[in-house]
């Protein structure tokens, strides 16, 4: 794209109501997968003042202790405590489980596709991480503020975080950062006399400890900082929002820069192609991008519930490909199994690796068989660049 324009993407902490939601459903899934591989899992959690529901729909040969299960997950993220409007020792955990649909499992079993729809994945050279740079930013700012509240270099942080970038890009390229957001929940500690905004000496210390190691490089003069903009953030947590699995989908992918399907991920055994080929279909545009074929590339796919292979495989290299979008496609069904079998086995979704994908976004980070780029050589020669 070419001239001068803005592109905003958003983050959340692993306290924020919904991915509290996100971590423990994927906490369940993990636990069915630690002992039970091929379980079967689509589990949802909603979380409010003082009540966790886990629910949905699990079929297993393992237990999972729900409720000891929950109160360890919100007692790592660090829900342990009044003041922050939720405790994990004293809140209502209610198990609301059921066995999987055998209407649905009939189509399953035979290796098909575990629900209808549309996948998308993407990466660009832009980033070390392949990925954008807003969303990237955005995910190392909760991180961040995570982190200078358990190291207590913070004392007054709660659980509770949201943050936000605002990157300048010219002729494509991001050049620099126009502003930074950030919401810290807080305790009372650090109100001025009027207890309804935080103190300067403490909006500047959130900016020197959280934003500047992230952002220094990238701001100037014009760069604005909104933090705390409302003033105060006490009432955070559950207390203060209700959470659902699965309602940070743009957080959990690329920011908003490209399409996103129309599933959630987070408490999906790998039989659900809403998870399975999203990350599949970063696992090729990565290694596309990393091959030099494309600068930028984007993939869809689609299913059918109960078939293997997919319907469609569209790519859109925006105008940055060395090769036709239509050779990519060629090159794609000719080195990648895209059934969900397929993809199973290549990513090894058996494995409770899901926890960590549950907060700071499921891609753009280290540890996951979708993020390596071990294809990007073979590809190279198939594209001949």
Not at 66 to 80: A, W
Not at 276 to 295: D, F, L, P
Request: proline content about 4%.
């Amino acid at each position: 794209m070419k001239g001068n324009y803005f592109i905003t993407s958003e983050s959340v902490g692993n306290g924020h109501p919904d991915k509290v939601c996100d971590q423990i459903s994927d906490a369940v899934l993990d636990a069915v997968l630690k002992d039970d591989p091929k379980g079967r899992v689509a589990c949802e959690t909603f979380i409010s003042a003082g009540l966790v529901i886990v629910g949905g729909e699990i079929t297993t040969t393992t237990y999972v202790d729900v409720h000891k299960l929950v109160r360890g997950v919100l007692s790592d993220i660090g829900y342990t405590n009044q003041v922050y409007g939720f405790d994990s020792s004293t809140c209502a955990i209610l198990n609301a489980i059921n066995r999987q649909s055998p209407d649905i499992s009939q189509g399953v079993d035979t290796g098909g596709a575990g629900d209808q729809g549309i996948m998308y994945g993407y990466a660009t050279n832009e980033t070390k991480e392949l990925m954008p740079l807003p969303i990237t930013l955005a995910h190392k700012l909760v991180a961040r503020v995570e982190k200078v509240r358990n190291e207590k270099i913070l004392d007054y942080l709660g659980p509770d975080c949201k943050s936000q970038v605002t990157v300048e890009y010219v002729d494509g390229q991001p050049k620099r950062i126009d502003s930074v957001v950030l919401a810290c929940q807080h305790t009372e500690k650090i109100l001025d006399k009027t207890g309804m905004k935080i103190t300067e000496k403490s909006r500047q210390e959130i900016i020197d400890q959280v934003a500047m190691p992230i952002v220094a490089k990238l701001i100037d003069k014009n760069t604005k900082f909104y933090i705390n903009q409302t003033g105060k953030f006490v009432v955070g947590g559950p207390q203060s929002d209700t959470g659902v699995t699965g309602r940070k989908i743009i957080v959990d992918t690329y920011g908003g820069i490209v399409p996103h399907g129309g599933g959630a991920f987070s408490g999906k055994d790998p039989t659900k192609v809403d998870r399975s080929a999203a990350y599949m279909c970063r696992y090729i545009t990565k290694n596309i991008v990393a091959a030099g074929i494309a600068e930028k590339c984007l993939i869809q796919l689609s299913y059918v519930i109960g078939k293997a292979e997919p319907l469609s495989v569209f790519v859109d290299t925006f105008g940055t490909g060395k090769i036709s979008e239509e050779k990519i496609v060629a090159i794609i069904r000719k080195n990648f199994d895209l059934t969900p079998a397929g993809i199973i086995k290549k990513l090894d979704l058996r494995k409770p690796v899901f926890r960590r994908t549950a907060a700071y976004g499921h891609f753009g980070r280290t540890g996951f068989a979708w993020e390596t780029t071990d294809m990007a050589a073979k590809l190279k020669k198939d594209a001949g660049v």
